[in-house]
C-alpha cells in the first residue's frame, strides 16, 4: 500500500514538474533564452486561484478558466514589453531583463497579497473510488496525471499537426529561414509565450492543490 501511493505521488509529482518544464523548454528552445520570470508566473497563477476561489468566493472551474486567462495575458505582455525591443541585443541584456521581470513580479505580488501565508483551498473536490482511497491514493494526484497526459498528448498534436505549431519549430530550427518562408517570427515567439505561461498556471493550480 505504501509503495503504491508513493509511486502515484511521485508520478503526480514529476507530471507538474513536466508541465512547468514543457513551457520553460518551449521558449528556449524558440526564442532561445532564459526566462527566469517563469517561476513567477506560476506564482501569479497560484495567487489568482487562491484570489478568486477565496476572495470572490466563486467555483473551481471559474478559478482555473481566470488563472490560465491571466497567465497567459501575462505572458504576453512580458514578451511584447520586455523582450520583443530586446530581441536583436546580447544575450546578456535579455538574461538581465528577465530577473529584472522576476523580481518585479515578486515585489507586485508581494504589494498586492502580502508575505502572510495563505491556506490554498484545493480545486479538485471529488472523493477517489473506495479501492483507490484505501491505498491513500488523493484525487488530486489522479488529475494532475491524466490533465499532464492530456496535456502532452495536446501539445503532440499542435507541435506536429497545425500550422502554428509547424511554424514554431521552424522558427526554432532557423528564425531567418523561417522569415524568409513567410512566418511572422514575433507572432510565433508571442505564441510560445502565451502556451507556456498558460502551462505555468495549470502547474501552480495543481501543485497548490496538492500542497495546500
Known amino acids: 500500500m505504501t509503495f503504491l501511493s508513493h509511486l502515484i505521488n511521485g508520478i503526480s509529482l514529476g507530471s507538474v514538474y513536466a508541465l512547468i518544464a514543457l513551457g520553460y523548454t518551449m521558449v528556449y528552445g524558440i526564442a532561445k ?8 508566473v506560476i506564482m501569479v497563477g497560484a495567487y489568482m486561484s487562491w484570489f478568486v476561489m ?4 466563486l467555483g473551481p472551474v471559474t478559478a482555473v478558466c481566470a488563472t490560465i486567462i491571466t497567465c497567459t495575458l501575462l505572458g504576453v505582455v ?32 508581494q504589494l498586492l497579497w502580502g508575505a502572510t501565508p495563505k491556506n490554498f483551498t484545493s480545486l479538485v473536490t471529488f472523493q477517489v473510488p473506495e479501492f483507490l482511497a484505501k491505498f491513500n491514493v488523493s484525487a488530486v494526484s489522479l488529475v494532475t496525471i491524466v490533465a499532464c497526459l492530456v496535456i502532452m498528448a ?20 532557423d528564425k531567418a529561414a523561417a522569415q524568409l518562408m513567410g512566418i511572422n517570427v514575433n507572432a510565433t515567439i508571442s505564441m510560445t509565450f502565451a502556451i507556456g505561461s498558460g ?14
Open 78 to 109: 512580458i514578451e511584447k514589453i520586455a523582450y520583443t525591443p530586446l530581441r536583436s541585443a546580447p544575450r546578456i541584456s535579455l538574461l538581465i531583463t528577465a530577473i529584472g521581470v522576476s523580481y518585479f513580479l515578486q515585489n507586485a505580488a
Open 199 to 212: 502551462l505555468a498556471a495549470i502547474a501552480g493550480v495543481l501543485l497548490c492543490s496538492a500542497y495546500p
Open 33 to 40: 533564452m532564459l526566462n527566469f520570470a517563469h517561476g513567477d
Open 54 to 57: 477565496n476572495q470572490l468566493g
Open 154 to 173: 495536446g501539445l503532440m498534436f499542435f507541435t506536429g499537426k497545425t500550422k502554428m505549431g509547424k511554424a514554431m519549430r521552424a522558427v526554432s530550427e
